[in-house]
């Protein structure tokens, strides 16, 4: 789709004025966070940011895997304050 998209100043910020139809094609609304990202040659993309449930998080790990040098040395640290053991 081929449509005129406008740019407007709010306060210090520019922002990009959609027209309702391009928002209906995409399936967008005000208010939904997009991640931008722009190429060398000047394209722009917005992407959506994705909202994951924990259990897509937790199902990217591997429970297998050791846990990371800076964790282990909290599993060893002793208490300096009132922590529960």
Do not use: Y
């Amino acid at each position: 789709m081929h449509a005129e998209v406008v740019l407007r100043k709010f306060g210090n910020s520019t922002g990009a004025v959609f027209p309702a139809s391009v928002l209906k094609d995409l399936g967008l609304k005000a208010g939904i966070a997009m991640t931008m990202d722009t190429t060398s040659n000047g394209i722009i993309t917005l992407t959506p940011k994705r909202k994951f449930t924990l259990s897509e998080l937790i199902s990217q790990c591997n429970i297998k895997s050791p846990p990371p040098a800076d964790i282990a040395v909290w599993d060893s640290a002793k208490p300096v304050g009132q922590e529960v053991l």
